[in-house]
């Protein structure tokens, strides 16, 4: 993961695979192509998931709402989809058991009648799922129960349905894709963007024009095969190859609101099983505090989605619907915003009804590959499809390896394995617990880095369990360049709590200035330039 290194190396290279993007599908094909064994190239022109996959509801599901509809309009399709994603489900947990876990999630109802309703819906679900994670069944809970698990609730529900599904930390869980790929021969680069490809006499592409996003130094590398994995910015890169071809991607954007850990005060999830729209809602705990979403609106533009202010309203207002005593706007503590990479239908359907499908599609004029649409639980799934193509065009195709693959930091850890890091280092519970958690068995490393420096195991703010010497991991071990990097992707604490992140700001910029070497001026840029963006959301969420 040493990024200058890979960058004086890629100029004279030709590559078997160079994939575009790397979110949850970009980072999966990258790993799935060099297992296989062939030379990989994986570039990003922001941070690996700084794109949708690190702005997501963080569930591996087979998602109970296609379900219904599944049911309810005779769809194969959806019931197919919801297969896929509860067998994904399995695999997404075995193989970085720290980076995902199973998640109790309660849908409380009004009456019995709607309890009931959920119930058999819920135990299809079950069904439906494979076996292979062993999650428990659904059940009901009545009033008293439900209300025991989650105080807040409304007394004026009749109980509610308890089901099980699963929970990423969706940053971290790509960045292990892209360790992971790393690992395994690939080069995978972050802040490298695509500009323009060449083509060869036939009208192929042959080189990609790459750019360097932080020094704007120009790269061009030849590839065999290009594979477009930019999710909501598939089109433009379908147009670069092929002018000609029609747009597929209608993007649809979906915010989040953070609110305090106390909402659910426990493990245990909340899906909320209506809006004023006719949509769910889910608060979900994430890092001690509760993530509430997510909106379904058609997006266009450039512009990064961020929550609006009318939108932290209507999530408040259907969270509220079911809560004793109502939140209000200052609860929240930070948010953002994703654009779901939905593949469009001939009509204007509404977003919240295309399928969360995916596609891989070739067009035989460029030769570019692109995996288009589908959802971060079948990540691996979409990447299998993709690198099966391309295998085949390649040589004589290989199989795939990924389903038993464990991640970087999950090979021998356990549940226990905070307990390790504590004897090694004689952090607090919280601390350790959250080491683990984050960096699985590499948790080592981050202790043996703190114990090279008194400093570094100080915390980076007061009242949250990172410490310092995980900044200097994040530079060194997972190519953080920028402080959003490492606020928002490798500590996720951007997610968590604006104003505390912009505090952290400067600790951050100290270790990532003195790793990177930036003069104490570019520090205090950096710092300046983070801290305004963070007042710009907080002003369009209507927080100030
Ligand atoms: C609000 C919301 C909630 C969601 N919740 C869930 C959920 O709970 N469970 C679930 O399974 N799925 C969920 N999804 C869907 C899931 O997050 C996405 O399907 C998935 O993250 C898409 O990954 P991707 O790699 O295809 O795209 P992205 O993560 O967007 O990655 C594309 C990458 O391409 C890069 N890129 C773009 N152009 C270029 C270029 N020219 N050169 C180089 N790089 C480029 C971008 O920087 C970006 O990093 C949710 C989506 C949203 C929006």
Redesign the pocket.
Known sequence: MDRSQKLQYIGNQTFDLCV???????AGAALDAALRGLKVLL????DF?????S???????GDVRYLEQAFKELDLAQLRQVRHGLEERAIVLANAPHLARPLALLTPVRSRLEGLYFSIGLKLYDQFASGGDALPPSRWLSKEETLRRIPRLSRRIAGAVLYYDGQLDDARYCLALARSAAEAGAVVLNHV??RQFEKDAQGRLATAELEDSLTGTPYTVRSKVFLN?????SD??RMMANPDLPERIRPSK???ATLPGSVLGAEEALLIPKTKDGRVLFALPFAGKTLL??TDTDYSGDLEPVLLEQEADFLLEGLNAYLSHPLQRSDISAGFG????LLAASDRTNTGKLLRDHEVEHDVASNLFSVLG????T?RLMAKDAIDAVDSQLQAPRSCGTATHRLMGAVDYHRDFWKTVQEASGFSDSVCRHLASNYGVDAMQVVALAQSNAVLTQPIVEGFPFVQAEIVFAVRHEMACTLRDVLARRLRLELIDWAVAAQAAVVVAQWMGQELGWTEQHRGQEVEKYQNAIAEWQQKAGLE
């Open positions: 575009i993007g790397a979110g949850a599908t970009g570039v990003d022109r922001d998931a700084a794109g949708t996959s702005k997501s509801t963080k569930l591996i599901h963007g695509l994995c930019t999710g909501p910015y433009a890169v979906g915010v989040h979403g997510t994703g654009l779901r990479p589908g959802k971060w639980t990540y």
